[in-house]
């Protein structure tokens, strides 16, 4: 299954944001909002990759959303964000598993509470970006 060159996503809002496939490469997709240039971009890549051999592979997925925009002396800063999934071949770990583990982690970020009207809470961003553990 490949994904739709437009994807629509939701930001911590709930408002739709558009993201439109401007590259590929082997195993690497990359899609820009279109509401941004190049220039000052909010991007989303997704990438597959496998390490090891025979029964010890490990699939590597990784989907990452960037933001960049330039600072007040025009230096570009960017934010980034990513999401990497690693699930061994050995089928000890299944994907059911692994998605339990997802569901873990959006239930975490957005403090129980995501929905169409985006973030019920920022409060857990909020203690992570100050460092709390």
Same mark, same amino acid.
């Given at each position: 299954?490949?994904?739709?060159?437009?994807?629509?996503?939701?930001?911590?809002?709930?408002?739709?944001?558009?993201?439109?496939? #401007?590259?590929?490469?082997?195993?690497? +997709?990359? $899609?820009?909002?279109?509401? =941004?240039?190049?220039?000052?971009?909010? *991007?989303?890549?997704?990438?597959?990759?496998?390490?090891?051999?025979?029964?010890?592979?490990?699939?590597?997925?990784?989907?990452?959303?960037?933001?960049?925009?330039?600072?007040?002396?025009?230096?570009?800063?960017?934010? #980034?964000?990513?999401?990497?999934?690693? +699930?061994? $071949?050995?089928?000890?770990? =299944?994907?059911?598993?692994?998605?339990? *583990?997802?569901?873990?982690?959006?239930?975490?970020?957005?403090?129980?509470?995501?929905?169409?009207?985006?973030?019920?809470?920022?409060?857990?961003?909020?203690?992570?970006?100050?460092?709390?553990?």
């Amino acid at each position: 299954m490949a994904f739709s060159d437009n994807l629509s996503l939701d930001d911590a809002s709930g408002d739709l944001v558009a993201y439109s496939k #401007i590259a590929s490469s082997g195993d690497r +997709i990359r $899609r820009l909002d279109t509401s =941004t240039t190049l220039a000052e971009s909010r *991007l989303m890549e997704i990438a597959h990759n496998f390490q090891g051999s025979g029964a010890d592979i490990v699939d590597r997925h990784l989907v990452s959303f960037s933001h960049t925009q330039n600072n007040a002396t025009g230096k570009p800063r960017k934010a #980034i964000v990513n999401l990497t999934v690693s +699930i061994p $071949r050995d089928a000890v770990v =299944t994907p059911e598993d692994v998605d339990d *583990l997802i569901a873990n982690l959006v239930d975490f970020i957005t403090g129980g509470s995501f929905g169409d009207s985006g973030f019920g809470s920022t409060a857990t961003l909020r203690a992570l970006y100050r460092g709390e553990a």
